[in-house]
């Protein structure tokens, strides 16, 4: 069984309306075959017979569509003791999944929702940082000051800051996390951190955006299209590969990246 790093980005699921559907999309856009659920409403999802993902069917229409990310911990009651103390709150206590492990849900100061995960039978991703797997995440607030202290504090991130290229020749700023006991720096980070900025809709929340590795991003923006998706912002070229953001058939929200080792 694969091992995670305390705080290391995970697992990923999407909530969906029509679980049928999103299992067409994401079959047709990443390759994904799926494993149902033994009756349950949702599905495992695989690449290369390796475990990526999961969807499921949402229990309530009034719940969002959207993709979560879950960060392992060795001891979630802990966990999320830090999260309410850090100013965050707490959506979902903690609960056991089966054998697979134990999950809760909270909020950042923010308002951004995450996942936490403490493994039992299942560690998380069997494949990531590979095409048509999850390869990073990075949450867009707009207070970045206490968002940064919060996860600083509940999960031992150390911060680095860095400019990204942005509209017109500005550069936005950014700031990437690297795991307790590394060397901060973009090297080591598992994740980030983004401002929503006056080009986000006002009403836009907080969110995590998730983003999966692609071999070629063009042709990945191009088959959303065909199935069904939008196209949120198209493929652009970044100092680590060629990335877009998208939206599936009902409105999940995602990205997807070609690494530089993979353009041509």
């Known amino acids: ?43 495992d999802a695989y690449s290369d017979g390796r475990l990526v993902a999961a969807l499921a069917a949402k229990q309530d229409g009034r719940m969002p569509t959207t993709w979560g990310v879950y960060f392992s911990t060795d001891d979630i009651r802990a966990t999320v003791a830090l999260v309410r103390e850090a100013g965050g709150q707490v959506i979902t206590d903690p609960v056991r999944a089966g054998d697979a492990g134990i999950l809760a849900q909270a909020v950042d100061p923010g308002g951004a929702v995450f996942g936490l995960w403490q493994a039992g039978g299942r560690a998380g991703f069997e ?14 607030t707009r207070q970045p000051e206490r968002v940064d202290a919060f996860y600083e504090e509940v999960f031992g991130f150390l911060g680095t800051d860095i400019e990204l290229p942005g509209q017109a020749g500005a550069t936005e700023d950014f700031r990437v996390w690297s795991p307790a006991g590394t060397e901060p720096g973009e090297d080591t980070a598992v994740g980030g ?46 100092p680590y590969g060629r990335m877009a953001v998208l939206q599936d058939d009902q409105g999940a929200a995602f990205a997807v990246l070609q690494p530089t080792e993979l353009l041509p």
């Not at 940082?129 to 867009?140: M, S």
């Not at 401002?195 to 999966?212: G, I, N």
Request: aromatic share 16%.
């Open 127 to 140: 494949k990531q940082n590979e095409p048509a797997a999850f390869c990073w995440t990075e949450v867009y």
């Open 193 to 238: 951190r983004a401002l929503l900025t006056d080009a986000f809709p006002a009403m836009l929340p907080s969110y995590f955006l998730t983003y999966f590795a692609v071999a070629d991003c063009d042709r990945t923006v191009e088959t959303a299209s065909r199935l069904g998706g939008r196209i949120t912002a198209p493929p652009l070229d970044i």
């Open 1 to 43: 069984m694969a091992v995670f790093a305390q705080s290391a980005p995970c697992w990923v699921d999407v909530q969906l309306s029509d679980l049928e559907a999103g299992k067409r999309f994401y079959g047709g856009l990443f390759g994904w075959t799926f494993h149902a659920g033994d009756g349950m409403p949702f599905a």
